[in-house]
T-cell receptor, first 115, second 113 residues
């Protein structure tokens, strides 16, 4: 079975500082990996995804993530935080050999940006 | 706006009752996915329909059921409601069976009292 662990349910950074949200996965097969963002009272929006191409994936809003097989990690980063980045972020994994029919989500990390 | 419409946005009901949540997918999308987001369980996949047929099942309780109609909208039926069913229920849709290309609706917040 696949699973995702997001380290830190709450992360707080200052505006302009580096954002680092951690995600480790467990999968018996090479996985597809995703980061989603959820703004208050909104649905989930796909930030970026890894589907076995380049290990460094660039997404929307200046975010990127690097797939590290040796560390089973897919951490999300952004060089300079903006107030509008305050939201909840979810890492997710799926099994491409099962038709990628369902996403398994982490518990989420709430990102707070301090002025 | 993702193009996925969920109604109602909020629902308050009593224990033991039955409710129906509705999802209209993006135009042309054949797959509909239902997810439950609760404080206890986080975000969990419930069920997927593709072009009217059940395609995948996740952690969906027997008290819950879903269907996808010929016009591709989907309904999630929740019965014999318990306090623990209070959650945000999301619908997502995609053109094919790949959830990595899915777009999410804004959710229906269900409160069971």
């Amino acid at each position: 079975a696949q699973s995702v662990t997001q380290l830190g349910s709450h992360v707080s950074v200052s505006e302009g500082a580096l954002v680092l949200l951690r995600c480790n996965y467990s999968s018996s097969v090479p996985p597809y990996l995703f980061w989603y963002v959820q703004y208050p009272n909104q649905g989930l929006q796909l930030l970026l995804k890894y589907t076995s191409a380049a290990t460094l994936v660039k997404g929307i809003n200046g975010f990127e993530a690097e797939f590290k097989k040796s560390e089973t990690s897919f951490h999300l980063t952004k060089p300079s935080a903006h107030m509008s980045d305050a939201a909840e972020y979810f890492c997710a994994v799926s099994d491409p050999f099962q038709g990628a029919q369902k996403l398994v989500f982490g518990q989420g990390t709430r990102l707070t940006i301090n002025p | 706006d993702s193009g996925v419409t969920q109604t109602p946005k909020h629902l308050i009901t009593a224990t033991g009752q039955r409710v129906t949540l509705r999802c209209s997918p993006r135009s042309g999308d054949l797959s509909v996915y239902w997810y439950q987001q609760s404080l206890d369980q986080g975000l969990q996949f419930l069920i997927q329909y593709y072009n009217g047929e059940e395609r995948a099942k996740g952690n969906i309780l027997e008290r819950f059921s879903a269907q996808q109609f010929p016009d591709l909208h989907s309904e999630l039926n929740l019965s014999s409601l318990e306090l623990g069913d209070s959650a945000l229920y999301f619908c997502a849709s995609s053109a094919d069976t790949g959830p990595d290309r899915a777009f999410f609706g804004q959710g229906t917040r269900l409160t069971v009292v």
